[in-house]
Every structure is written in structure tokens, then in C-alpha cells.
């Protein structure tokens, strides 16, 4: 039987309550990567049924959880958008468990996924959207239990990181993917 995911209240209501308390500073000059960070330590890897076909054939000592959707970025996300994400605990909840999804890779494609983000100097970029990260990296999504490959990216973006995500692309393609 299959272990049923379960949010870490305390590093969830920790992290709500440090980020809330960083926004006075927020982009004000300190260290904002520090404060962007508060949702990272927190995040658990709440599981998916998607697996890369490497990592599918694969050994399992060989196998890494990718968030799918960069912890970091939802943190900045939630600093730069703070109500309601900041304002309101249950909405946080859902960003906090959004964060925590995994997509099991090989650590091999984990190397190539964390390329696709960038921050120099507090500058932010992104290679390509969420949705189209293990597409770009040329890395097939399987479903764990049958086997099947997934057509499009399996998960659900929000609309609201969708359109915050653009403004960092590389090429800025504000194009949906279907």
C-alpha cells in the first residue's frame, strides 16, 4: 500500500510566517535569494505518478525527485505577489504543496533540469517554461504504474505562475503550450 503524502504543518506554518516577515525587506537590497529560500527548506517531495523513462529502467540508487515546479521560484512568487499568498495560510498551504511536487528523474537528468534555471546577480531566467522543462531536456515522462508515456507535460501549471513565469523566459514566449 502506497504511503499517502502528508504536508510538515510546522515547516509550512514556519515558512508562511518568515516570509511574511521578510516582506518590509523584500527586494530592498538585503540577501533576497535568503528570503525567497523560506518555502525551500520547508518543502517535502509530494509524489506523482510520473517517472522519467531513464530513471523507469533504471536503478534506483540512481534515482533523484525533481520539483517540478522550482521550490525557489514560488517562493519569489509568493514574496513578489504576497496577497493573497502571504496574507492568507490555506492559500499558502496550496503554493507550499504545489512547490513539493516531484517527478522522479535520474540524477543524470537532474543535472540537466537545474540548468534550465538561472539567477545571477539577482537576476532571474529561465530556459523555457515549466511545462516544457523535461520536454526541452529531451527527457520522456512515463506513468510509474502502467508504463505509459505522457503526451504534454502531465501536471497542472497555474494560470497565475504561468503569466508571473513569462517575464523571466529567456525568449519571453508568452505563448501557452498545449
Request: with cysteine; net charge positive.
Amino acid at each position: 500500500m502506497k504511503k499517502e503524502w502528508k504536508r510538515n504543518e510546522l515547516k509550512c506554518r514556519t515558512a508562511f510566517t518568515l516570509m511574511g516577515l521578510s516582506l518590509p525587506v523584500w527586494r530592498s537590497g538585503l540577501d533576497d535569494i535568503q528570503m525567497e529560500r523560506g518555502i525551500y527548506h520547508g518543502c517535502g517531495n509530494r509524489p506523482t505518478p510520473w517517472i522519467s523513462e531513464e530513471a523507469y529502467h533504471g536503478p534506483k540508487d540512481k534515482h533523484s525527485a525533481d520539483h517540478c515546479f522550482p521550490v525557489q521560484f514560488c517562493g519569489m512568487f509568493a514574496l513578489d505577489n504576497p496577497d493573497p499568498w502571504l496574507t492568507d495560510y490555506e492559500k499558502f498551504c496550496e503554493l507550499f504543496d504545489f512547490a513539493s511536487t516531484v517527478i522522479i528523474v535520474s540524477k543524470r537528468e537532474n543535472k540537466l533540469l537545474s540548468g534550465q534555471t538561472k539567477k545571477k546577480k539577482g537576476i532571474l531566467t529561465l530556459k523555457c517554461r515549466m511545462q516544457t522543462k523535461y520536454a526541452t531536456a529531451g527527457i520522456k515522462l512515463l506513468n510509474k504504474e502502467t508504463g505509459v508515456s505522457a503526451n504534454r507535460f502531465p501536471l497542472k501549471v497555474w494560470p497565475e505562475i504561468w503569466e508571473y513565469e513569462t517575464q523571466f523566459l529567456i525568449d519571453n514566449n508568452p505563448q501557452p503550450v498545449i
